[in-house]
């Protein structure tokens, strides 16, 4: 091991540290050249170790997405950010097939009534490698509802997370809603992020279909700035439970709005921005 790793450390030394030549092979002097041969050799090679190690670190480019689409042209107003791995999809590993994933019930329903009520923007943002999950996307979306794929390379790198970084999406935050199942992905951006549990598998699994009523409900209450929506719904351990439960009291004050008509007793509209004017 000893024996590996100093020749990996003489090889990054004489590779890294060399100075750049021209085309006719001449040296061309840059800002270590003056140095001493070891200290300007040493000085190269951590330069370029630094700059390797930004390019993993940081994401791929300063905005990840291009700007909204201008006038004539239509732009959603909400963004939906999706992780793909345990929210739209689960890998599963038997000995016969290896490695598939598993695709999870309604997705084909979610992804058409998000993208056909023309209220979202909706943009893949996955942890995983491109070349892993783009033609798994081509098969997953075959009608085209996903406006953007952001894989990996568009994450920052910290502590041995992947960390999606909102404030690069180029795109107003008051209307971005990220859904994923790990919290820390979304540590710059806690108040944008619908953290739901993991999908593992279960067939019987109706989370997508929640979660599109959920959504529709943000769009048609026009909600200004969703981050006062998800800070309230991310209290709870399971959101979508919550909001099923506010959904049938929402359908319980509308048997009583008709029922007092004639008194003209004041109801709220919505239980969505009631739990909201209540805090």
């Not at 019930?105 to 943009?123: C, G, Q, R, W």
Request: proline fraction near 6%; hydrophobic fraction near 35%.
């Amino acid at each position: 091991m000893l024996i590996t790793f100093s020749g990996s450390a003489l090889y990054a030394f004489f590779t890294w540290g060399a100075p750049k030549r021209d085309e006719d092979g001449n040296v061309i002097p840059d800002e270590f050249s003056e140095l001493p041969f070891v200290i300007q050799y040493a000085s190269r090679a951590w330069n370029t170790l630094t700059h390797y190690e930004k390019i993993i670190k940081e994401p791929s480019r300063e905005l990840l997405l291009p700007p909204p689409l201008p006038h004539p042209y239509y732009q959603p107003p909400y963004t939906l950010v999706l992780e793909m791995t345990g929210v739209l999809v689960n890998p599963e590993w038997t000995y016969k097939t290896g490695w598939r994933f598993k695709k999870r019930p309604m997705v084909d329903y979610f992804l058409h009534k998000l993208a056909t009520s023309t209220n979202f923007e909706i943009v893949i943002y996955t942890h995983e490698q491109g070349m892993t999950a783009f033609p798994l996307l081509n098969s997953l979306d075959p009608n085209g509802y996903i406006m953007y794929r952001l894989f990996r390379d568009s994450t920052r790198y910290e502590d041995g997370i992947h960390i999606k970084d909102l404030n690069r999406l180029n795109r107003d935050l008051k209307k971005v809603i990220h859904i994923d199942w790990d919290s820390k992905t979304c540590q710059l951006n806690r108040d944008n992020c619908l953290t739901l549990p993991k999908w593992k598998g279960k067939t019987d699994d109706r989370t997508l279909y929640d979660l599109a009523d959920f959504l529709m409900a943000i769009a048609n209450e026009k909600v200004d700035d969703v981050r006062d929506v998800i800070r309230y719904y991310t209290q709870f351990d399971n959101p979508l439970e919550v909001f099923r439960e506010n959904q049938r009291k929402l359908a319980e004050q509308e048997k009583e709005k008709e029922a007092q008509k004639q008194q003209n007793a004041p109801v709220y509209k919505s239980f969505l921005m009631n739990v909201l004017k209540s805090k």
